[in-house]
């Protein structure tokens, strides 16, 4: 996979082996052998591709389909689907806040959570509510989501 996407990005940037190893400092025996695969690069020269060619290294050895980082899914949130996290978001911070009988707010092994804690929580809910919106578009079929 390394060498596929070591191709693509080079032909995009319409560079030849010969450019892209003078670079690099590097043959254009060894360019050809990576985008073959009968080479593989250290770490540090994924690390220099990767920094070059403005991508994830993830993205480079095939670990991901999102060049630029970020959740590793192929479908991005649309629109709506920011909508509806917004929504549910809104909907736990009220929770969160107002739903105590007693009026105290949060509390944490007993003790009342500060603003400062209660915004950490709330910001790692809305991680969690960004992964599970992506997994669940990464499994339903197309004919069953939503058109925007």
């Known amino acids: ?9 080079r032909k ?19 360019i050809s052998g990576y985008e073959s695969g ?11 591709f990767a920094d070059y060619f403005d991508v994830q290294t993830d993205y480079l050895l095939g670990r991901s389909n999102n060049k630029k980082g970020g959740a590793p899914y192929t479908t991005p949130l649309t629109e709506k689907d920011e909508k509806d996290i917004a929504k549910r978001m809104e909907k736990m911070r009220k929770d969160l806040m107002e739903g105590n009988s007693d009026g105290d707010g ?42 925007e």
């Open 12 to 30: 995009e940037k319409k560079l030849t082996m010969k450019e892209l190893g003078k670079i690099f400092s590097l043959a254009e025996s060894t």
């Open 38 to 48: 009968t080479r593989k690069p250290d770490i540090d020269q994924v690390k220099k």
């Open 106 to 147: 949060l509390n944490f092994m007993g003790e009342p959570m500060s603003e400062e804690a209660v915004e950490s929580l709330l910001e790692a809910l809305e991680h969690a509510e960004r992964i599970a919106t992506l997994t669940n578009k990464k499994y339903t079929p197309k004919k069953y989501r939503d058109k």
């Open 1 to 9: 996979m390394f060498g596929e996407r070591l191709r693509e990005l």
